[in-house]
Structures are given as C-alpha cells and as structure tokens.
C-alpha cells in the first residue's frame, strides 16, 4: 500500500554532506514509522537510523550516531537522512523503509520489523 522513492544518493569526498529523501505514496504516511537501512556488497542490510511516527523519537546505530540526523515531514509524506561528516566506509545503497505502527517508537532497527522498502540509492564516500 506504501511506495516509497529514495532520492540524493551521489558520490562525495570523505568529510562531505548529503542529504538523502525518501517520499512515499500515502497520505497515511503520518501513521508509519520510519527507517533507514543500509548495504554495501558482501554484507548484510544494516540498521542506520529509524523515526518513529509523529517524529517525536529516533534511534541511531552506533556508527552514525553524531554524523547522521532522520527527521521527518509528514505534510510532504518525506523522510530525511542527513549525512554529515561521510566517511569511506559509509559507502553502501541505502533504503528507506516503513511500517505501520500503533506506538510512538522509533527503535525498530531489523529488517524483519519492516514492510514496505525503497528501491535504494548508492551513497559513494571517495578518500
């Protein structure tokens, strides 16, 4: 019932920024919460950050924590993922995801706890 359309991937130097978006079809948008995943080849998909639906709570993996802000827009049914400080090894395709949740939670950080998936944007981080 949900499409969603990852955008602002791009190749950068270590140091840079980017900003990722990620629209989605409903306007029930505001009823899901929200993460971000991502894989770089050979490994799995990985938890980044997750938004919970009114955007009130956020969770972060240890490895952006301080780097990255998700933050959300519901009039514009549209998540964020600022990447500041990008290093090499941020390297990966990225996925915005989303589920439909009753609670204001933010920690859902397994793939498994998602239902609908971007198509993904590659975020290349050069030395």
């Known amino acids: 019932q949900v499409q969603l359309v990852e955008s602002g991937g791009g190749l950068v130097q270590a140091g840079d920024s980017l900003r990722l978006s990620c629209t989605a079809s409903?306007?029930?948008?505001?009823?899901?919460?929200m993460g971000w995943f991502r894989q770089a080849p050979g490994k799995e998909r990985e938890f980044v950050a997750g938004?919970?639906?009114?955007?009130?709570?956020?969770a972060y993996a240890d490895s952006v924590k301080g780097r990255f802000t998700i933050s959300r827009d519901n009039a514009k049914s549209t998540v964020y993922l600022q990447m500041n400080s990008l290093k090499p090894e941020d390297t990966a395709v990225y996925y915005c995801?989303?589920?439909?949740?009753?609670?204001?939670?933010?920690?859902?950080?397994?793939?498994?706890?998602?239902?609908?998936w971007g198509q993904g944007t590659q975020v290349t981080v050069s030395s």
């Open positions: 409903r306007r029930t948008f505001s009823s899901y919460a």
């Open positions: 995801a989303a589920t439909y949740s009753y609670s204001d939670f933010a920690g859902r950080s397994t793939v498994g706890e998602y239902d609908y």
């Open positions: 938004i919970s639906w009114s955007g009130h709570n956020t």
